[in-house]
């Protein structure tokens, strides 16, 4: 069945640096969506991808789906500790509307 | 404009009992995912429903699990005589309508933890 796969599964930045998580499918996908989920919290949604080769921007927060449509990645610049949390990925293919979600990526920020 | 709506957030079984987790979606949406974190896990797949319809339930569990949507009330997964590896928290969320390209709202979750 389809697979999602993220890397890192854990990122420890001191508080400025830059930070990427990396997400791949083992199938094509229709479209990518990325959350946020806070300690304790529950996953919010932050965006989604649906064209090949897309980027999309939001503040300090850059996505990328990549040409082919099976990867994308999830840039944040100066990071914050605000930005503490898991950032998952999730594919979704064909018209089911079912989602597959990565593993995540967990962000400790260190000020 | 209530959001996903979970209950009971924190839930205590002993072994062998039934847990019940009933979530009710966001006004206007029409379908419903359930997922099963484990600590320090990412989100599983677990089933996809819309009223009174099993769409996708790929990732349930073969026995104790089950789930359903009906026409009237909240959604509800059930699982049943549970054991300890059952701990884990389990989100709700919906959406809008079926197409590929569907966003969740995630409910805030529910706690299971079996003794």
């Known amino acids: 069945g389809q697979q999602v796969m993220q890397i890192p599964q854990y990122q420890h930045v001191q508080e400025g640096e830059d930070f990427t998580t990396y997400c791949n499918s083992s199938?094509?996908?229709?479209?990518i969506q990325w959350y946020k989920q806070r300690p304790g919290g529950h996953p919010v949604f932050l965006i989604q991808?649906?064209?090949?080769?897309e980027v999309k921007k939001q503040k300090r927060l850059t996505f990328q789906f990549g040409e082919a449509k099976k990867n994308s990645s999830l840039h944040i610049t100066a990071t914050q500790t605000t930005d503490v949390g898991t950032y998952f990925c999730?594919?979704?293919?064909?018209?089911?509307?079912?989602?597959?979600f990565g593993q995540g990526t967990t962000l400790q920020v260190k000020p | 404009n209530a959001g996903v709506m979970q209950n009971p957030r924190h839930l205590v079984r002993r072994r062998g009992q039934e847990a019940r987790l009933r979530c009710s979606p966001m006004?206007?949406?029409?379908?419903v995912y359930w997922y099963r974190q484990l600590p320090e896990e990412g989100l599983k797949f677990m089933v996809y429903?819309?009223?009174?319809?099993?769409?996708?339930e790929s990732g349930m569990p073969k026995e104790r699990f089950s789930a359903e949507f009906p026409k009237e009330g909240p959604s509800i997964l059930r699982i049943q005589q549970v054991v300890r590896g059952d701990s884990a928290a389990y989100f709700c969320?919906?959406?809008?309508?079926?197409?590929?390209?569907?966003?969740?709202?995630f409910g805030a979750g529910s706690r299971l933890t079996v003794l």
């Open positions: 006004k206007g949406h029409s379908h």
């Open positions: 999730a594919g979704g293919s064909g018209n089911t509307g079912k989602l597959i």
């Open positions: 429903l819309q009223k009174e319809n099993i769409i996708d």
């Open positions: 969320a919906s959406s809008p309508r079926q197409s590929g390209a569907n966003v969740l709202t």
């Open positions: 199938t094509t996908l229709s479209n």
């Open positions: 991808l649906v064209k090949s080769g």
